[in-house]
């Protein structure tokens, strides 16, 4: 779960507006994963590109957090086989390929790397339209 303040919902559901409540019009402009301690991404709509990062919408997400989505989502991670050391059967479980950060720095493809900062953007707005109609239940 990431947690969003209160003036990132209020420019996320900006954002959620101005693309006529078409999720799939917002993208990634750009991102950074500064001193792997905060991943930043600037949002756009896809139909209405913006000159520079200033015009964008930032949004700061925790390490922490991020390592937690990677892990959730198992993107470090892959089915597989191991053999019990000392029982000497075969068993099915989740291999992990690296600890999340780094498996997003030093392991991850560029594609895989995509599929992770998606899956925060994803992340992000079903929370925000989640705790939003929860609230509007509670009313």
């Given at each position: ?16 507006i101005?693309?006529d409540y078409?999720?799939?019009r917002?993208t990634?402009?750009?991102?950074d ?8 991404l600037w ?8 000159n ?7 949004v ?13 989502e198992n993107l ?8 019990h ?5 075969v068993y099915?479980?989740?291999i ?14 560029q ?9 925060v ?5 079903t929370e ?7 609230g509007?239940?509670?009313?």
């Open positions: 779960m990431i947690k969003i303040n209160q003036k990132l919902k209020d420019k996320l559901w900006w954002l959620i101005s693309v078409n999720y799939s917002i990634i402009a750009d991102h994963l500064r001193d792997d301690d905060v991943l930043t949002l756009e709509d896809k139909q209405d590109f913006k520079s990062l200033d015009d964008c919408l930032q700061d997400i925790p390490a922490k957090q991020f390592a937690k989505l990677i892990r959730a470090n991670s892959y089915e597989g086989s191991k053999i050391p000392t029982k000497n059967y099915r479980t989740r992990e390929i690296n600890e999340p950060l780094a498996w997003y720095i030093d392991d991850a493809t594609t895989e790397q995509q599929w992770a900062r998606e899956a953007l994803k992340q992000l707005l925000l339209v989640e705790t939003e109609a929860h509007i239940e509670a009313w």
